[in-house]
């Protein structure tokens, strides 16, 4: 009988052990959701202490938007110049390269025309007559004054006179047009070779004729180009079309950079939308140039829409998950894990997007954070 008695009080005191330590132990509560989902987290102030859990605020983040968007680098359309021929003729010499640089006043290229000796003969016929008509009026004014001939025959004389150096000064322009200075055309140096000649210095970025082929009046030949100003050519998402205005600023990468932003200004807004691509084409001006800026070179960019104050905290308080990104929240005890989308860092500094507090007693857990989120995903 007093074994037994023994192993009934040894029972009691077991059971009345184990009751003080829940007493004293931990308290710490989860709540979890119709889904038997884990939601929140109920810590006792020194469960808190303990477990290292800190508190703090979100900071207040200037943060400039962008608009995102690529291209390329382009001339502007100012400095193109499109030599086409003056006249038809067969190209006989092409006296450039691609991307070759040529100075004002180079010859380029030659086109050939039979009709060009004529009209070098009719100017200089022209010329001959203009100075006999030169000289009949001015003989005709003499003896008008002397009453030794009619008014009417000066009259006569000085519309022939004006006719003859219209009819000059047409010619001259004409061969002027074609690379002939009239100045130093003679009889015994008549030519039937057109002269394309580079107007200003640039560079060949063009070259439509061959030699040999034939152009007709007003074909394409060249196209030059000045580099010493170049513009970016944006394909920009029609999202982000209302936000943008002239004068903005613009930051480019070249595809072999990423990390070398370069400075341009918005300086054309959207005309239209491309339907296929939901793009709208404008263009910047770019503020440094550089020499290893060439046509047609691919870039990213981004324009800047504004500027706004956003909140943001501490990178490490972020609690990372696959599929998404959590913060943790107190209030009176109670700890809730909140999804979040977050912007960009700006040193240790994250933006945190559209993120409501409930309750302006709610506390930012910045440190801890691991701790509440393996009490929530513990089986």
């Not at 859990?53 to 983040?61: C, M, T, V």
């Not at 004068?247 to 990468?253: I, K, W």
């Amino acid at each position: 009988m007093r074994t037994k008695s023994s192993s009934v009080i040894l029972l009691f005191a077991v059971t009345l052990g184990c009751i003080c330590c829940n007493r004293t132990g931990s308290i710490n509560h989860i709540i979890t959701d119709s889904t038997d989902q884990m939601v929140t987290i109920h810590l006792s102030m020194k469960e808190i202490e303990q477990a290292g859990i800190k508190f703090g605020s979100f900071s207040e983040q200037t943060v400039d938007k962008w608009a995102p968007c690529s291209g390329y680098v382009v001339v502007s359309q100012e400095n193109m110049i499109r030599l086409s021929a003056p006249a038809p003729g067969i190209v006989r010499s092409l006296n450039c390269t691609w991307c070759g640089y040529a100075e004002a006043g180079t010859v380029l290229a030659t086109l050939e025309n039979i009709e060009f000796l004529k009209l070098q003969q009719e100017y200089l016929e022209a010329e001959n007559q203009m100075d006999y008509m030169r000289e009949e009026y001015k003989r005709q004014g003499e003896l008008t004054v002397e009453n030794a001939t009619s008014v009417k025959k000066m009259q006569v004389a000085r519309r022939d006179y004006q006719s003859a150096e219209l009819k000059l000064n047409a010619l001259r322009s004409q061969l002027e047009t074609y690379g002939i200075y009239t100045d130093s055309l003679k009889y015994n140096h008549l030519t039937t070779l057109i002269v394309i000649k580079a107007p200003r210095s640039g560079y060949i970025s063009k070259i439509n004729a061959r030699v040999g082929s034939f152009a007709n009046l007003g074909d394409e030949l060249l196209v030059m180009c000045n580099n010493s100003r170049k513009l970016l050519k944006l394909n920009v998402p029609e999202q982000f079309i209302p936000d943008l205005k002239i004068g903005q600023s613009v930051d480019f990468f070249l595809s072999h950079d990423s990390i070398s932003a370069h400075k341009a200004i918005l300086q054309s807004l959207a005309s239209s939308i491309d339907p296929i691509n939901h793009t709208a084409e404008m263009y910047a001006r770019i503020s440094k140039m550089e020499e290893f800026f060439l046509p047609g070179m691919s870039v990213s960019a981004r324009i800047k829409t504004n500027t706004v104050v956003t909140k943001a905290i501490r990178g490490e308080s972020i609690l990372h998950e696959p599929n998404r990104d959590y913060l943790f929240v107190m209030n009176q005890g109670v700890f809730t894990r909140i999804p979040v989308r977050t912007g960009d860092s700006y040193g240790e500094l994250t933006v945190i997007i559209d993120f409501p507090l409930s309750d302006k007693k709610d506390s930012i857990v910045v440190q801890g954070g691991s701790y509440l989120n393996a009490l929530l995903e513990q089986p």
